[in-house]
């Protein structure tokens, strides 16, 4: 099963077709309130945590994009955008505008450098012209990592986060299930999750993929690899019982694995954060041999 968005009116239309599901499958982002909620979870979790240093940096970008998307909101009509063939805020329906760029300089002038590494970074980052920075955010924004400083990424990713999750949070569409099994990319940008969540209490245990990029929410079935939607011999693993709320589904077919983070046993739990806070199951995943398929936007491969 895939997920497409199309109109809400054309949903009305289509009120007695039968491939509409009942459950939700498809959360937009309210950008006004999930930073401020990651921020606050950054800081909770590095009181107590080995990677206490990196986790309040992240904070701090965060709480800087919580004041972007607060102060310097977009608004844009998207109506055009939905349509059969792409995922309505992919580079292939809605070519990149230079707007995320006013989100850079906010923060980059903006931040308190808590390091000489990262104090660099933001100096190299301000040296670039503007066509160097939208073709920097091209190359994250097609997958291709490794073709961008990891500090670098971290910043534009950022940027460019905000400025997606707003445009997601203004869609009037409705999203309808597929017959397909391609459900490993956002439908909304087709970026890749950052994990899966298992929502807190009102949706009876349903699981969600999240998106690295417009913060969307997407329905896919569980004791299932996210990648290859193989369902047999998927194995789990949890540091202890203390944070077994966050473990790592791995796929025996391809290798790979996601997270899996479940707010019915801890309600604080917030993906990206918690994403990061738990690094260390992440490294014991990999050293079983499985690779992860998902990506933080805090924590870009060098
Ligand atoms: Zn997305
Ligand atoms: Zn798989």
Redesign the pocket.
Known sequence: MSIKIIPQKQLEQQASNSVIRQIPLLFFPSPQNIYVHRAKRLKTLATNNQFNDYLSFCAQIVELQANLAKQNSVNVDLSHLLNDKYPPLSLNNLPLSNVWQEYLNNLLSSITATTEQIALVIEQLKQNTAQQLHDKALHLLNGKFDCVDGNEALFIWSSLSVYYSQLASQIKGKAIAESTDKNCLCPVCNSMPVASIIQLGSNNGLRYLHCSLCESEWYVPRIK??????MKDIQYFSLDVELSATKTEC??????YLKILDQDKDPHIEIIADDIASLILDIKTEEEGFAK?GMNPFIFAQ
């Open positions: 690899c996210t990648t290859c939607d193989n796929c025996d077919a391809c290798h790979s398929s």
